[in-house]
């Protein structure tokens, strides 16, 4: 997986009014946990972070804080619930021996059997949690999609990926093809259709027979 440099500031003051002064100044407070020990409390520029959270990449971080590297992940991210901004990053320090969880992007490839069909393709997911050891994670997770028919899909149980492991509901769906309207709606009207031409025959029937009976 790709990694992204991100330099921080070692933070004295935790209080609430010096965390606002840090918001107030396009600073981030942040905390780095893990690692047997204590948690470190540190500030990132609020520009630093447009690269990895306003993209549908994931990332490592190689965090450089006062001359110390710590290679982590990102784990929780909290916005402002009006103009969705950030004000908090958690960052979880790296064990090359200990798995960490991460949500990977999916990315499809092939033209799908049901498409000629008539169908489409519907993407539930576009990432999917996994967990396993940080040399192990991938960029994404690719899907070839080529023989789904329509009213088939991919779910969370099928997918297949040495050294990962998936923590989404095994039968929950990543992607499926599934009938358009227009299909659907040529399928009951042809349906109708014919269910008209067999009543129009079976009503014919009886007036047939009555002929024949006064012929007789």
Do not use: W
Not at 31 to 40: D, K, L, R, S, W
Not at 74 to 83: A, G, M, S, T
Not at 118 to 123: A, L, P
């Amino acid at each position: 997986m790709k990694t992204v440099k991100i330099e921080g500031t070692k933070r004295t003051a935790l209080g609430k009014k010096d965390t606002k002064k840090l918001r107030d100044n396009n600073l981030i407070p942040c905390v780095i946990y893990g690692g047997n020990v204590e948690p470190a409390h540190i500030s990132i520029k609020a520009a630093d972070f447009r690269k990895v959270i306003y993209t549908p990449n994931v990332y490592l971080i190689d965090l450089e804080v006062e001359g110390e590297k710590i290679e982590a992940s990102i784990q929780d991210i909290q916005f402002h619930p009006v103009d969705d901004k950030v004000m908090h990053v958690d960052f979880l320090r790296i064990d090359e021996k200990k798995p960490i969880k991460m949500e990977i992007p999916v990315k499809l490839e092939g033209f799908a059997a049901g498409l000629r069909a008539g169908g489409k393709v519907n993407q539930n997911l576009r990432k999917v949690k996994t967990k396993g050891l940080a040399k192990y994670m991938p960029d994404h997770l690719t899907l070839n999609i080529e023989k789904l028919e329509i009213g088939q899909s991919i779910k969370i149980e099928d997918l297949n990926f040495e050294h990962l492991e998936f923590l989404n509901p095994k039968s929950v769906p990543v992607v499926s093809i599934v009938v358009t309207r227009a299909v659907a709606t040529d399928t009951v009207a042809t349906a109708a259709v014919g269910e008209g031409e067999a009543a129009t025959e079976g009503e014919a029937a009886p007036e047939t027979d009555a002929k024949e009976a006064e012929k007789k």
